[in-house]
């Protein structure tokens, strides 16, 4: 989750034919892009705050993002023979500096809300374009009532559960940061095994659930578990936005 200001991301110098930010003025063309997401994500445990984005397309060679007012953030392009095949999704993640040096207060300055356009160059030459709309409210932290846990994996012996008694459960969101009155359209929770090592791989056992906003409990299976292993829980309360909070804990399993 990386960030500047001024800049979400530029991974290779301009190497395309065309420059994809010139698509920015294609009306109201939309060929080649199905989602296109910006959002807010801000972990309460640890006090930092992000912006992530989404794009899913057909085959592009090059993007670009520019805010409301224009300002052009970012640029992406391919070459050789990813450039060729061509990038069908892209996910990104912003530096989240710590609350001292960057924060919600911040990220509101220099983030305006709106529409956000993006521009892509596909691979047999067409401009597709797209909007991604962008907001700052963003939920208060979901409060975790159970399982009980600590703040820190090394403390983790001291919030024991038996495999068969894990049941995560938290008080609904209600508010934004703001004060604004988020419409929550979910929850996630997350567990996942520590310690676990696969550094080429991703057989990190992980158990992830969306589940719909009335629901404030969710048993988790026995059989997910291995005594004696220390495991992260995350509770997100997901915005209509797409903005999501996290709460962050962590347990041992007996």
């Given at each position: 989750?990386?960030l500047?200001?001024?800049?979400?991301?530029?991974l290779?110098?301009?190497?395309?034919a065309a420059?994809?930010?010139?698509?920015?003025?294609?009306?109201?063309?939309t060929?080649g892009v199905?989602e296109?997401?910006?959002?807010i994500e801000?972990?309460?445990?640890?006090?930092d705050?992000?912006v992530h984005?989404?794009?899913?397309?057909g085959?592009?060679?090059?993007m670009?993002?520019?805010a409301?007012?224009?300002?052009?953030?970012?640029?992406?392009?391919?070459?050789g023979?990813l450039?060729?095949?061509?990038l069908?999704?892209m996910?990104?993640?912003?530096?989240?500096?710590?609350?001292?040096?960057?924060d919600?207060?911040?990220l509101?300055?220099?983030?305006?809300?709106?529409?956000?356009?993006?521009?892509?160059?596909?691979?047999?030459?067409?401009?597709?374009?797209?909007?991604?709309?962008?907001?700052?409210?963003?939920?208060t932290?979901?409060?975790?009532?159970?399982p009980?846990?600590?703040?820190?994996?090394?403390?983790?012996?001291?919030?024991t559960?038996?495999?068969?008694?894990?049941?995560?459960?938290?008080?609904?969101v209600?508010?934004?940061?703001?004060?604004r009155?988020p419409r929550?359209?979910?929850?996630?929770?997350?567990?996942?095994?520590?310690?676990?090592?696969?550094p080429d791989?991703?057989s990190?056992?992980?158990?992830?659930?969306?589940?719909g906003?009335?629901?404030?409990?969710?048993?988790?299976?026995?059989?997910?578990?291995?005594a004696?292993?220390?495991?992260?829980?995350?509770?997100l309360?997901?915005?209509?936005?797409?903005?999501?909070t996290?709460?962050?804990?962590?347990?041992?399993?007996?």
């Open positions: 989750m990386r500047a200001a001024t800049a979400i991301l530029v290779c110098p301009a190497m395309a420059d994809p930010c010139d698509g920015l003025s294609a009306s109201g063309a060929q199905e296109a997401r910006l959002i801000y972990n309460a445990t640890d006090d705050i992000g984005g989404y794009v899913s397309t085959a592009w060679a090059a670009c993002l520019a409301p007012d224009g300002t052009i953030l970012g640029r992406l392009e391919t070459a023979p450039g060729d095949l061509g069908d999704t996910f990104f993640e912003s530096r989240e500096p710590p609350a001292a040096e960057w919600y207060d911040d509101r300055a220099a983030f305006a809300e709106g529409s956000y356009r993006i521009a892509v160059q596909n691979v047999d030459g067409s401009v597709g374009t797209a909007t991604a709309r962008f907001t700052t409210l963003v939920p932290p979901p409060e975790i009532l159970g009980p846990i600590v703040d820190d994996e090394e403390e983790a012996e001291a919030a559960v038996p495999a068969d008694a894990v049941a995560v459960s938290w008080a609904p209600t508010t934004s940061l703001d004060g009155a929550i359209t979910g929850y996630q929770v997350i567990v996942t095994k520590e310690g676990h090592a696969d791989g991703f990190k056992p992980i158990f992830d659930v969306r589940v906003p009335e629901v404030t409990r969710l048993p988790v299976p026995a059989a997910f578990f291995d004696g292993e220390i495991y992260e829980l995350e509770v309360a997901l915005e209509a936005s797409g903005n999501q996290i709460s962050v804990g962590f347990f041992m399993v007996e």
